[in-house]
């Protein structure tokens, strides 16, 4: 008897899984059917870094990690083809940034944007996946160097150039008030390629934002090899996707559409040996490339090869990054390699694709 009950017990937790898995294959929620019904993904940008999202002058294209990961989402809920015709990318300054969001101007950043307790609990907002594991520094120029300048220490009664409403200008006064007791002088700019054109031309001694930033910034100067990026670190600054949490379908649509690149490099599959692994004998490739009857796409609302779509339009991490970030002089095994695969010894790690 006992074992009877054993036995249908079990059943009846089979049955149940199985209901539950069926239940969650749901029709698409508000925001997927939002931009469904566009025909377009509203993505938030900055516009103006090199690296992370400016316009190629010669294409008049959209570049950078940041717009290749509004891409990676378009194509998760599109599919592959013509991704580009699938993103409206809406450049924001900082402060436009997070009303923006919340206006429905746009359906999520992408625009270099530090996850921070306070944006996490006070904006309606959540974080997704961290695509850039950054810090904060300062750039002077190289006669700040000549005169002995080595770190902030050096820098006391020196002005600083901050873009306005960001984690960078609250840092700067945190870092500088507790080394010498008092704020530092801030010539604050509404945009990040304001506050190069501002240092430029000698209205601050130092330039102060994300290392990466910096990095892009001096790629964009017109003397870079003038400008010296110093070793101090001021913040950890984790960059990413940013959502309003009102619909939690749509946020594990940009999260796993992240986690995808991540786990697309794990897996050896880029966006030029993909058909390579077509018909595959390995379980976990074929379950995450759609191949097989898990079904995990419609669990999302999405066809269940949204992650080959995404790597055939746009590529893995480590293609999305060697494209767009390493050129702007910030190679991946810098900063103690924190943007490499944990197997590496980085940061990039993605959950089970189960």
């Not at 008092?182 to 304001?194: C, I, K, N, Y």
């Not at 749509?250 to 559409?257: E, L, R, T």
């Amino acid at each position: 008897m006992r074992r009877i009950l054993i036995v249908m017990t079990l059943l009846l937790l089979v049955m149940a899984s199985a209901s539950i898995t069926s239940a969650r294959q749901a029709e698409p929620g508000p925001k997927l059917t939002e931009i469904v019904e566009r025909g377009i993904l509203n993505c938030g940008v900055g516009g103006a870094l090199p690296g992370f999202s400016s316009v190629n002058p010669d294409t008049n294209r959209m570049e950078g990690i940041d717009a290749d990961f509004c891409r990676v989402v378009a194509a998760a809920i599109f599919g592959p083809d013509d991704v580009d015709s699938k993103v409206n990318f809406v450049p924001l300054t900082a402060n436009e940034r997070f009303n923006a969001l919340q206006a429905g101007q746009v359906d999520l950043l992408i625009r270099n944007t530090t996850w921070t307790l306070t944006r996490d609990a006070s904006l309606n907002s959540n974080f997704g996946p961290t695509t850039f594991y950054d810090s904060q520094g300062l750039m002077v120029k190289q006669e700040l160097i000549d005169s002995g300048v080595q770190s902030l220490a050096d820098l006391e009664g020196a002005s600083f150039c901050s873009q306005s409403g960001t984690t960078t200008e609250k840092n700067m006064v945190d870092a500088y008030t507790q080394l010498f007791g008092v704020a530092p002088a801030l010539v604050l700019a509404e945009t990040s390629d304001a506050t190069l054109r501002d240092f430029e031309n000698g209205a601050c001694d130092v330039l102060t934002s994300d290392k990466s930033q910096l990095a892009g910034l001096r790629s964009a100067s017109t003397n870079p090899s003038n400008l010296v990026i110093l070793n101090d670190t001021l913040s950890k600054e984790p960059l990413g996707p940013m959502y309003l949490d009102d619909d939690t379908q749509f946020g594990d649509i940009v999260d796993w559409a992240v986690y995808a690149t991540f786990t697309a490099e794990e897996l050896g599959i880029t966006s030029q040996n993909i058909d390579e692994f077509a018909g595959t004998e390995d379980i976990v490739i074929a379950r995450f490339l759609g191949q097989d009857e898990s079904g995990l796409g419609a669990l999302l609302g999405l066809s269940n090869t949204f992650a080959a779509d995404i790597i055939r339009a746009v590529g893995n991490y480590a293609e999305i990054y060697e494209r767009n970030v390493a050129p702007v002089g910030i190679p991946r095994d810098s900063s103690n390699g924190i943007n490499q695969l944990y197997t590496n010894g980085g940061l990039i790690y993605a959950p089970a694709w189960r």
